[in-house]
């Protein structure tokens, strides 16, 4: 089953695409790293995804053929958006009993066992807790509604590293109990690399990326040669191209795993930040540094 | 579309409404309760100064013989102290648009400023029924409120209308009295709502929409309500005090004639008429003939149009009706855009 699935999904404000053509399938049970820079469409797409938005064009379902913003699909999407929305004026327990008959499902005694261990009272007001604290309990809040996919827009950028780490931990912790599929936007790519497992990678409003990570640093490998003559040839497609000194490095995504690099060149594997960073740079290199540019 | 057939759980039903008035509630309930705190501090005041007026009124009634110089003094006096309003008048007034307004606008603005919207709409209720519920339940709390104020009022100005000098069709006493109030609070309160959800901005919503609410209360004071029901007309001269004049002119032999003819007919006594309507002589000073009087002797006929003072709750259901309508018209438009709307 997909969590989500779009084809030639496109967002418009006014007359600027958000995001445009857009097709996706996103397998369940991972947890998906929605990376690209500032603008990219990000947001809109997750927007999109939970039903906030309504598309211009083109198609996005989710958990197996709802539609995005239907009942049923927001019977089993948790959304946390960006800054942590709450009702500032509201108590811990205001906000416990407001999720709680807002929702068909809701697991009260999870978020309150979760919140005593954070040490959240419940008579607090949401809007007097510290940054961490608001994310771990909107973060709460959404997984006790035992959502089937939980989306995530850019969690953890508000937030000091110890309690980035926690909310992870809490993260995954519930992948691993409950199996809930989740869907998190990022610009922290170090960060996400120790805990991802599916990439997608959005530039310029297009999806550049849409698949496992393991497929992904399989298919990618750094290759190296005196000069770019020698790396012609190479089934695949190159992201990123430099010449240092006398070497030339190229990021090729290659058409297999398996497939033959020359014996002239050296090649080893890379990271997924420094994978996907290739790719955010693709925009701004690409006129001057493409495969055909460098051999001409 | 089939893959939606395919969908796991298609019979997932609806949050009941009882879970969401609740919500409602929680969340609603201080602004509630502040609302009527300050609504109370005018109803306190209400009610006393209608007892004050009250006991005023029987003294004065109860004054004899009636045609004593003295009793006709009490009657001035009372009326002096009474028939002005003043602060409180203006007040009460606007209330209904206050109220309306400050209730209507930032049920959704507020959640489109600070971005809870993300929070509350994406929850398993869904938008649309998350606003159902606020926009009912602010709906009917604003009229149930402005019923009993308009019913309040009634009461306390009762004393002024037993005077029969007092005209509750008049603009400033109509539209606060009796049931309009709350037509007039519903409409400002769908103003509002309307305003909230397209300024996404608490401030400038409640700005607009009063403002709206104000050109719309100018309206139909000055152009609309006259002409609910066809004016009466009558040829009496004293016509009574409680009774709202429309427009007043004369004529001979049942044919209406200009202001023009009738300032030649003066001109033999060198009295002229105004030219705004006709209503007020200007006589030449040392001239001992009323104008009216002249004309009547000469055949002419004072016609005034007017609406009698019995039909003011036919008009309070006219105006309350095509106000609740109007009302419907606006959330309808509201919960259409909201709908449509990305966020």
């Given at each position: 089953m997909n969590v989500i699935e779009t084809a030639g999904l496109g967002r418009r404000y006014g007359s600027t695409w958000a995001l445009r053509d857009c097709t996706l399938s996103i397998p369940a049970g991972h947890l998906v790293a929605l990376v690209g820079p500032n603008g990219a469409g990000k947001s809109t797409l997750l927007n999109l995804v939970v039903g906030l938005t309504p598309p211009t064009v083109g198609e996005v379902t989710v958990l197996g053929g709802a539609t995005a913003g239907s009942v049923a699909a927001l019977d089993a999407i948790a959304f946390v958006a960006q800054d942590m929305p709450l009702y500032r004026h509201l108590s811990v327990a205001d906000m416990l009993h407001l999720t709680g008959n807002l929702n068909?499902?809701?697991?009260a005694a999870y978020a309150r066992r979760r919140l005593a261990e954070l040490g959240i009272?419940?008579?607090?007001?949401a809007g007097k807790l510290s940054g961490g604290q608001q994310a771990q309990l909107a973060l709460t809040l959404a997984l006790a509604r035992r959502p089937r996919l939980l989306v995530l827009d850019?969690?953890?950028?508000?937030?000091d590293p110890v309690a980035r780490h926690d909310f992870m931990a809490t993260v995954l912790t519930a992948m691993a109990d409950d199996g809930v599929s989740v869907v998190l936007s990022s610009h922290l790519l170090a960060e996400l690399e120790r805990v991802t497992d599916y990439l997608v990678l959005i530039s310029h409003g297009r999806v550049r990326v849409n698949d496992d990570v393991e497929n992904l640093l399989a298919c990618h490998r750094l290759v190296s040669a005196a000069t770019p003559e020698r790396l012609?040839?190479?089934?695949?497609?190159?992201?990123e191209s430099n010449t240092m000194g006398s070497q030339t490095h190229q990021l090729i995504r290659l058409a297999a795993p398996d497939t033959a690099l020359p014996p002239t060149c050296e090649s080893r594997a890379v990271g997924l930040e420094e994978l996907a960073l290739a790719y955010l740079r693709e925009g701004i290199t690409l006129p001057t540094l493409s495969p055909a540019g460098a051999s001409r | 579309m089939t893959a939606l057939a395919a969908a796991p759980t298609p019979a997932i039903r609806a949050v009941p409404w009882s879970r969401l008035g609740w919500v409602v509630w929680r969340r609603y309930r201080t602004m509630l309760m502040a609302t009527i705190g300050c609504l109370a501090l005018i109803g306190v005041y209400l009610i006393v100064n209608g007892e004050r007026m009250r006991a005023a009124y029987h003294a004065t009634t109860s004054c004899r013989p009636v045609n004593a110089p003295s009793c006709a003094y009490a009657f001035q006096t009372f009326h002096d102290r009474y028939a002005q309003t003043g602060l409180i008048g203006a007040v009460l007034l606007f209330l209904p648009g206050i109220v309306g307004t400050f209730v209507g606008a930032p049920l959704l603005a507020r959640e489109l400023e600070t971005g809870t919207f993300r929070y509350a709409w994406t929850?398993?209720?869904?938008r649309m029924r998350w606003a159902v519920a606020l926009v009912v339940s602010g709906g009917l709390g604003v009229a149930v409120i402005m019923t009993a104020f308009g019913a309040l009022i009634t009461w306390h100005n009762q004393p002024l209308l037993d005077t029969g000098d007092v005209p509750r069709l008049h603009t400033t006493s109509f539209p606060e009295t009796g049931t309009a109030a709350a037509g007039w609070a519903l409409a400002g309160f769908a103003l509002g709502v309307l305003a909230g959800l397209l300024w996404r901005r608490v401030v400038p919503a409640i700005v607009t929409a009063f403002a709206a609410w104000f050109g719309l209360a100018y309206l139909a004071a000055t152009f609309l309500r006259q002409h609910y029901l066809a004016p009466l007309t009558t040829t009496s001269l004293d016509l009574p005090l409680k009774d709202v004049r429309i427009s007043q002119w004369w004529s001979k032999g049942g044919v209406r004639v200009s202001t023009d003819h009738i300032n030649t007919v003066l001109s033999a006594i060198g009295s002229q008429f105004s030219s705004d309507g006709g209503k007020v002589t200007v006589g030449v000073p040392?001239?001992?003939?009323d104008p009216t009087q002249y004309l009547l002797q000469h055949g002419y006929t004072q016609i005034t149009s007017y609406q009698p003072d019995g039909r003011y709750w036919t008009f309070q259901w006219i105006e309350t009706g095509w106000l609740a309508a109007l009302a419907l018209l606006l959330l309808g438009a509201a919960f259409w855009l909201l709908r449509r709307r990305p966020a």
């Open positions: 068909l499902r809701f697991d009272g419940n008579k607090q007001k850019e969690p953890t950028a508000p937030l012609t040839g190479i089934a695949g497609e190159v992201i | 929850q398993g209720a869904g040392g001239a001992d003939v």
